[in-house]
């Protein structure tokens, strides 16, 4: 079964330091993973993907992500963080589902707290 | 970025009663809408996948005729709370794919909180 992992509660950086948000997965057949973010009482904004292709994916804001196939990976970093990064964020896997139509399932979340 | 729109954004109801919550894609067609439920400081829930011309389809363990789901267009889902209960209060946001594929990556409304008094 597909499932997604979030060690992190929360992950605390001083402003201006790189951040590592962790996410593992298990998948069967290969991984579509994604990250999104979510602000204080809105949706979730999509950041990157990884489909197929480099290892390394950028996205919005600055942030990359590292697909590991060997580690089942998928961390997000950034490599210096700013304040207004803070938020909640989401690694999420798609799932194949019944009828042909794709879901995602998501991980716990971790909260990104940055430090002025 | 594709648009997203929930509506209401908030909404506070008397126990019993139902509430209606429409997600709407503004400027691309969706055949196809998710629905989803999150608990304060917790992840997301997938509740229901909404089908446009055909029955939604719901993940184990969600009442069908708790949560009714219409896709009545290629842009706009509704979802109905029935009979709401305070166990009920949630925010409960709805996404839609991309480019109309569900390989793509989803494109999520802002939410709606929802208070069952």
């Known amino acids: 079964a597909q499932s997604v992992a979030q060690p992190e509660d929360q992950v605390n950086v001083a402003e201006g330091n790189p951040l590592t948000v962790k996410c593992t997965y298990s998948?069967?057949?290969?991984?579509?993973l994604f990250w999104y973010v979510q602000y204080p009482n809105r949706g979730l904004q999509f950041l990157l993907k990884?489909?197929?292709?480099?290892?390394l994916v950028k996205g919005s804001y600055g942030f990359e992500a590292e697909f590991n196939k060997s580690q089942t990976s998928f961390h997000l970093k950034k490599p210096s963080a700013l304040v207004s990064d803070s938020a909640l964020y989401f690694c999420?896997?798609?799932?194949?589902?019944?009828?042909?139509?794709?879901?995602?399932?998501f991980g716990a979340g971790t909260r990104l707290a940055v430090h002025p | 970025g594709a648009v997203v729109s929930q509506h209401p954004s908030r909404v506070i109801c008397k126990s019993g009663t139902s509430v209606k919550i429409e997600c709407r894609s503004l400027?691309?067609?969706?055949?196809?809408m998710f629905w989803y439920r999150q608990f304060p400081k917790k992840s997301l829930m997938l509740m229901a996948t909404?089908?446009?011309?055909?029955?939604?389809?719901?993940e184990q363990g969600v009442e069908k005729d708790k949560f009714l789901i219409n896709h009545a267009s290629l842009t706009l889902s509704t979802l109905t709370v029935t009979s709401a209960h305070p166990e009920d209060s949630s925010f409960y946001i709805c996404?839609?794919?991309?480019?109309?594929?569900?390989?793509?990556?989803?494109?999520f409304g802002p939410g709606t909180r929802l208070t069952v008094l």
């Open positions: 909404s089908n446009e011309g055909s029955k939604a389809t719901y």
């Open positions: 400027d691309f067609q969706a055949t196809t």
């Open positions: 998948v069967s057949g290969n991984p579509y």
């Open positions: 990884y489909i197929t292709g480099d290892n």
């Open positions: 996404s839609a794919p991309a480019g109309g594929s569900s390989y793509n990556e989803q494109f």
């Open positions: 999420a896997v798609r799932k194949v589902g019944t009828g042909g139509y794709n879901k995602l399932i």
